[in-house]
């Protein structure tokens, strides 16, 4: 064993912390790292276990941690356990929606869980809840992977220990040719390394096609990207080059041109926004007829879409130098049209493949035509192979059964070579390193479905769940699950391993119980009593619609802004709850100055929450609240101090680390790539926007925002801001505004907040399309939180309402909204379903309109439809921050306002209920608004939580007007401190509406970015 500070290979992992949004320490540091090596050379594979200690040591009270890290490429993580009270527990694979689900659910439920997940390509995550104060926590995980190298490197303060198991001999591996065997998942596996052999012949190509990716990821030094291309160019003299260039679009930029150009074509990229790999069908159709396409890409799709394979498509080379990169996914590519992975210089590209034609075996006939045979091999030894064989070399692998001897036959160009094992002498691993031949057998039979459903282009995805879960390894389709308690196995109806510390107790509730009924559970479909208050719902809405005004409805009336009436966090404006008084305030405001920490803190929090936001508001009508309001605000700010220390970090993206990796397998990477999200300071915007402002007016933009995208490459809200700007300055330059905004999902792979602030975005910049994509991809990451089902079906409704009627895009809205009705959300969420029910009534009458039969969800009631319904004005407000409060603010022509405190007016202006900790939306309408302007305010209330990716929230109001003149807007602000009150928009209402156009809607939408980074 030695105990050393990390000095490692030449290529890292560099270790890096960070917090975001108002907590700006950092909070949580790995305190020990143990590395244990099980090498096995007679097949060129290692399995690696990494043991971490994390501990929180800055924020006080529970909080859910992430920890973000790049293993090599084509690694994968097999194993994840857990310590808990001085035993092991092991993760369980679950399909990952599923285990999304769990996780989601599990923390709500306040109740221990931990998972271990692919975010794409070679990045993984680690998720823990809770992560306690100054208490460390440690968990395990296993890899597997053919370098033997550790490339990490970790904090100075951070106790780095590695151990190695005692390596072959390599004269013994050699007399094993490549061959071992070893007992794992129930069964004898055995592996056998066939080498790779080069063909003798070159065949140089005439006209080759460089595929470049210019996404923001891509930016960095090229110089051996070049040096490659020259080594290549000198091979093939007489060859000339076309070049495209992509992102989310693709363009030719050269054609049939030499080395020198191609390479100062691409110095002078300009590298921005994100990845759309979904066009390289499309690109190749456009290249046309060359000999071979070189693609230089990192594989990483900013929505982890799989790479399509082009019809009749040349050899496609890509090229492997990045960080972080989706093997899979280039390598499905290229063997599939015959092309090379490029993990060296390019010069393989101009061989022929070298492929594995023949696996024979000493089977007799029988057992070689029995399906059920307990010898199983991939390559399929019963099929007439063409199986490209890479650099690396070919593992033939799988379950032994009672084969003794197996050969393979290569060829490569003209030449031909056999390769033999004798199984019977094959070297036997110890049960520590067994488990690898079990995971080969695995990721090999996964490589094969990947690259045979690319080839066919057909669905796999199921075929290669199932062989994670078998096997448990992590995938884009399995998650390693960590459950600690029968019960949370029984309610998850996910079975418990023989060898959980809680096996024996899940067994014997199987036993005693039986699998439970998941309905009525967070996620799931409701039980009829729960529908009840969407039934109730639907009343009260038809309720409004036959008399919108109250006979005692006047300004001021219910809900009136007066002392006693409405409050912060009432109901859905049918009636509210009582507010604190002013003299309880100020008792409260005085006892968080008194008290000592952590107990003034808890005080504040509490008075943070009260309803005296309302007299603060209305002091010009209440004069007792002026007091109240100035204690409130010393408490306001003494609680921001203390919350680190105190409140509970309950969010999802919680507390978030990451180690991300420099360099590359032969130590010739792209520099730069992904970086980690960089914390938002307040008010730094003001300086870059200033510049680019003044670029605005004196044409100057391209070299400005060059300059200070390099300085805040890594910062969400610089792509925000800058792309905002541009799109209000010049209209006419969408397009590269909305890729500018792009650059997010570069910035931070798969995260549900970040693709809905970039998918809002999209929707103000005319990039439906685009947002669409994005904002599916959330409710695949976020499958358990409402907005990710209103949010798609609103960006169809956006078409819908507008008069660009897509009947299938329709149905896919109602059938969103419909889960939205039927399913149990978290109990902030709660009346989710009244703007529901208004926005499925909406689309109902579009459709009717259009004559669309049969529209009507069969999964609801028609008790649910409201047969009068009519709206002449809607204005929708939506955030993309969970546990935070927005709050919508709507003055009517006569000056009266309509808001949480006082939620309906005398023209019949309603305002649903006040979401205060969760995603809203709230919703203000009326039936016949009279003519006159209303202006759309929002508030910036108070975020409930301490760690945001955007340090902002990303609001979206939707105003929908009817009458003989619908009208569509759409406007984006950005609010940089709480308690910030900003106009969003004004919307006028000509002449006498009348009944709102009898439901004929037209769409007035704003998208408005709050808090801002």
């Not at 808990?84 to 221990?112: C, F, H, S």
């Amino acid at each position: 064993m030695t105990q050393q500070p990390c000095e490692l290979e030449e290529d890292r992992f560099a270790v890096t912390f960070h917090s975001f949004g108002e907590a700006t320490a950092l909070p949580m540091h790995i305190q020990k790292a143990s590395f244990q090596v099980f090498p096995v050379v007679a097949i060129a594979q290692n399995l690696v276990r990494l043991d971490l200690t994390v501990v929180n040591n800055v924020v006080e009270g529970d909080i859910a941690a992430k920890l973000r890290m790049p293993l090599p490429a084509g690694a994968t993580i097999c194993r994840f356990e857990f310590l808990r009270e001085g035993q092991w527990y092991p993760a369980v694979p679950v399909l990952a929606k599923k285990a999304k689900e769990v996780v989601y659910k599990e923390k709500e439920k306040g109740r221990k869980v931990a998972a271990a997940a692919q975010v794409q390509g070679n990045v993984f995550e680690i998720e823990v809840f809770p992560l306690k104060y100054k208490s460390p926590s440690q968990c395990r995980l296993w890899y597997s992977h053919g370098d033997p190298r550790l490339p990490f490197n970790f904090d100075s303060n951070t106790e780095v220990e590695i151990k190695r198991q005692q390596e072959q001999d390599a004269e013994t591996a050699a007399e094993a040719l490549g061959a071992c065997i070893g007992d794992c998942f129930g069964q004898r596996h055995f592996a056998c390394h066939v080498p790779f052999v080069q063909a003798p012949e070159v065949q140089a190509p005439r006209r080759i096609a460089v595929l470049w990716d210019t996404s923001g990821s891509q930016e960095g030094d090229h110089s051996r990207r070049f040096e490659r291309l020259r080594g290549l160019a000198g091979q093939c003299p007489s060859a000339t080059f076309d070049v495209w260039t992509f992102g989310i679009s693709f363009r030719r930029e050269l054609e049939a041109v030499g080395v020198d150009e191609v390479i100062a074509i691409v110095m002078a990229i300009a590298y921005d926004g994100g990845t759309d790999l979904t066009l390289v069908p499309s690109i190749v159709a456009a290249v046309g007829p060359v000999d071979a396409i070189l693609l230089f890409s990192d594989g990483m799709d900013s929505l982890d879409r799989r790479l399509q394979v082009p019809e009749a498509a040349s050899p496609i080379h890509a090229v492997v130098d990045h960080p972080n990169v989706n093997l899979s996914n280039l390598s499905s590519l290229c063997l599939a049209t015959g092309g090379h992975l490029l993990k060296g210089d390019y010069l393989p590209m101009l061989r022929p493949q070298t492929l594995l034609t023949h696996v024979e075996t000493d089977q007799d006939d029988e057992a070689f035509f029995d399906t059920e045979s307990s010898f199983k091999c991939c390559p399929d030894h019963r099929l007439r192979l063409q199986w490209p064989v890479g650099q690396e070399g070919l593992w033939l692998c799988g379950t032994l059964g009672d084969v003794s001897k197996l050969s393979g036959k290569l060829t490569a160009g003209g030449l031909t070579k056999e390769f033999h094992f004798d199984l019977s002498t094959a070297q036997v691993l110890q049960s520590s390193a067994a488990p690898l031949l079990g995971y080969l057998f695995a990721r090999e039979q996964y490589k094969a479905v990947q690259r045979d459903g690319a080839a066919m282009g057909v669905d796999l995805t199921s075929v290669c769940a199932e062989l994670a879960t078998r096997y448990g390894f992590c995938s884009s389709e399995a998650t390693l699950l960590m459950l600690y308690d029968a019960c949370q196995f029984t309610e998850n109806q996910i079975d418990c391993p023989k060898d959980h510390p809680a096996h024996a107790a899940w067994k014997a509730s199987q036993v005693l119980s039986g699998p439970p009924d998941l309905t009525g559970d967070l996620g799931q479909p409701k039980t009829k009593q729960q529908m009840e208050i969407v039934t109730t719902l639907a009343q009260q809405l038809n309720t409004y619609m036959k008399q919108p005004i109250l006979p005692t409805e006047v300004e001021g009336g219910s809900g009136s802004r007066a002392c006693g009436g409405g409050g912060k966090g009432g109901g859905k404006g049918l009636g509210a709850a009582p507010r604190m008084g002013a003299a309880p305030r100020m008792a409260m405001a005085r006892l968080c100055r008194a008290a000592p920490p952590p107990q003034a803190a808890e005080n504040c929090m509490a008075m943070a929450r009260s309803e005296s936001e309302d007299d603060c508001e209305d002091s010009a009508m209440c004069g007792a609240a002026l007091g109240a309001c100035e204690a409130e605000a010393e408490c306001m700010a003494m609680a921001s101090e203390s919350e680190e220390g105190c409140m509970a970090m309950d969010n999802e993206d919680g507390c978030h680390a990451s180690l991300s990796r420099d360099g590359s397998e032969d130590g010739g990477s792209v520099s730069g790539g992904r970086k980690d999200c960089e914390s938002y300071v307040q008010g730094k915007e003001q300086g870059y926007l200033e510049v680019l402002r003044k670029a605005l007016t004196n044409d100057s933009w391209p070299e400005a925002y060059k300059q200070l995208r390099g300085e805040n490459s890594a910062s969400p809200s610089f792509f925000l801001y800058s792309a905002d700007l541009l799109l209000s300055h010049l209209p006419q330059n969408a397009e590269v505004a909305a890729r500018i905004c792009t650059n997010c999902l570069e910035i931070n792979l798969q995260d549900a907040q970040m693709m809905r602030s970039t998918g809002y975005f999209l929707i103000k910049a005319g990039q439906a399309p685009l947002a669409l994509a994005v904002l599916d991809r959330v409710r695949e990451i976020a499958p358990v939180e409402p907005q990710s089902f209103l949010d798609g079906a609103l960006v169809r409704a956006l078409d819908l309402l507008s008069g660009k009627i897509c009947e299938a895009q329709l149905r896919k809205a109602l059938e969103l909204i419909v889960v939205v009705l039927t399913h149990l959300w978290a109990d902030r969420f709660q009346e989710i379903e009244w703007p529901a029910l208004i926005l499925l009534q909406m689309l109902i009458q579009v459709g009717d309109r259009e004559g669309i039969k049969d529209l009507w969800p069969a999964a609801l009631d028609t008790t649910l439809r409201s047969s009068e319904f009519s709206a002449g004005l809607v204005v929708w407000l939506g955030w993309d921050t969970d546990n935070t409060d927005i709050d919508l603010h709507v003055v009517e022509p006569s000056g009266n306002e309509v808001y949480y405190s006082n939620p309906r007016s005398s023209i019949g202006g309603h305002l649903s209920k006040d979401f205060t900790q969760g995603y809203g939306p709230e919703v203000y309408l009326c039936k016949n608004p009279p003519a006159g302007q209303y202006t759309v305010k929002a508030k910036y209330y108070a975020s409930h939580q301490r760690s945001s990716l955007t340090g902002a929230t990303s609001a979206v109001i939707w105003a929908l007007q009817g009458g003989p003149h619908p009208e569509l807007k759409f406007d984006t602000v950005r609010l940089d401190r709480n308690k910030e009150m900003m106009d969003v928009m004004k919307v006028s209402v000509a002449g006498c509406s009348g009944g709102g156009g009898g439901g004929v809607f037209g769409k007035l939408a704003a998208h408005v970015g709050i808090g801002g980074r």
